[in-house]
Structure formats: structure tokens, C-alpha cells
């Protein structure tokens, strides 16, 4: 007797076939794979940029707004011990508009106490020149704003003072007076052999690809600041 062994079911071959034709990927598959991944890294880049370029732009903000309060502390630390003495010469407050094409550009120079000592364990502060000074940027568009100091009173302003920059981007410093009536934008004690009751300085910053911003702070001269007058006797400063 012969034996018939099972006939394999064609849809068994069928099915085989099948899988073994779908196992991989085509070319086009592939090249649309890799097209969708391109769209998606070229969407994280520009979210990645965007981020970025944000977080630069808070960190010069804060960078900016950092730079402004320590100066404003500076001149603020020098402002209490201005003074000046109407039988000295050598100690004035004088303050003047500059201005250019488009900026006003402002100077300030005057005598102080300060914290300066020209000695070791001496008793009080030494009587130095102070000027704020608009100049140009050296390695930079734009203008800076310096901190003058010098304690040869007799030599200041005459001969070369290194300049200690303070701000950058600076696009205009106005400073303003105020004489216990009203604000002026000009003071020389020399003539009225006074300083100012209040100082108010103005510093517009500009920086590249971004808008002007300006800073304002009021700095106050205590009136325990005194000024001898020719007959001996003594005047709160800023008061007639």
C-alpha cells in the first residue's frame, strides 16, 4: 500500500512567501524616513537657537543692569564725601554739557574725601580729583564712560591720568543739578563757591541689535557737607 504523505497547503506557501518579500525596507522608504528626521533636527535647531540666543539676551541684560548699579553705587559712595573749600583752589565741583552731532556727552569733575589714605593707619581720608569722562571706544564702536581719579591735586587735570572704564555702550551721559530751586545742566563752584543739593545723572546704553535704554538715579549731597566762606564761618553746601 502506498502511503500519500500530506499535501502542503498552498496557503501556507503563500503566507511564507509573503513575509519573506516584506522583510526590510525599500529606497524610497528609506529616503522618506530620512526626510522626516531632517524636518524634525531642523525644528530642534531652531528651537535650540531660539533658547539660546534668549538666554544670551537676559544674561547681557542682567550683565547690563549689574554694570549700571555698581557704577551708580561708585559715584553715589563718592558723592557723600565731596568737598571743597573756598580759601583752596585746588578743590572745585564743576560740571559741563558736551555735546556732539547727535549725543550729549556730559563731564564731571570734583573733589573728594573718598575712602583714599596715601598712608598706612592714617587718621583720615586723603583729598583726591574725581572726573567722569565720556571717551571713545578703543577696540569698539560706540563710547564708554571713565572713572579719573588722582590724588596730586596739583597736577590733575594737567598731565596724563589712567582712566579706569566703568560702563560700555555708552550713547549719552547727562548730569543734572539741582541747587534748591530748580535743575540746571551746568555747575562750577568756583564761581558760587557751593556744590549742588542733588546730583542726577542720566546714562542712555545702546547695544548692538537692541533698543536705547536709559538709567536714572538721583544722588543727594548730605548737608553736613560744609564749605568755608572768606569770613570763616560755614554753609550747608548747595544753600546761599
Given at each position: ?6 499535501r502542503?497547503?498552498?496557503?501556507l ?5 509573503h ?27 531652531e ?11 537676559i ?12 557704577a ?49 593707619n ?35 587735570g ?31 563752584s568756583?564761581?558760587?563757591h ?14 548692538k ?9 538721583v ?9 568755608q ?12
Open positions: 500500500m502506498i502511503k500519500m504523505g500530506r502542503p497547503s498552498p496557503w506557501f503563500s503566507e511564507t512567501d513575509l519573506s518579500e516584506d522583510d526590510g525596507f525599500t529606497l524610497l522608504e528609506v529616503l522618506v524616513a530620512f526626510f522626516i528626521l531632517t524636518i524634525l533636527l531642523g525644528l530642534l535647531y528651537s535650540v537657537k531660539s533658547t539660546a540666543s534668549l538666554s544670551h539676551r544674561r547681557e541684560k542682567n550683565r547690563t543692569d549689574a554694570s549700571i548699579e555698581l551708580f553705587m561708585k559715584i553715589r559712595q563718592e558723592m557723600i564725601s565731596v568737598y571743597i573749600n573756598t580759601n583752596d583752589p585746588l578743590t572745585y565741583f564743576i560740571g559741563s554739557p558736551q555735546y556732539s552731532a547727535e549725543n550729549e556727552h556730559d563731564t564731571l569733575l570734583f573733589t573728594t574725601l573718598a575712602q583714599t589714605r596715601l598712608m598706612q592714617a587718621p583720615v581720608s586723603h583729598l583726591e580729583g574725581i572726573q567722569y569722562i565720556v571717551l571713545p571706544e578703543k577696540q569698539r564702536h560706540g563710547y564708554l564712560l571713565a572713572h579719573e581719579q588722582d590724588t596730586n591735586l596739583f597736577s590733575f594737567t598731565q596724563a591720568v589712567v582712566a579706569d572704564p566703568l560702563l560700555h555702550h555708552i550713547k549719552s551721559f547727562r548730569v543734572l543739578y539741582f541747587d534748591g530751586h530748580q535743575w540746571t545742566n551746568q555747575w562750577n568756583l564761581q558760587s557751593l556744590v549742588p543739593l542733588m546730583v542726577k545723572m542720566e546714562i542712555s546704553v545702546k547695544r541689535h537692541e533698543a536705547v535704554k536709559t538709567f536714572t538715579d544722588f543727594p549731597i548730605p548737608v553736613s557737607t560744609l564749605n566762606n572768606g569770613s570763616g564761618g560755614t554753609t550747608s553746601g548747595g544753600f546761599p
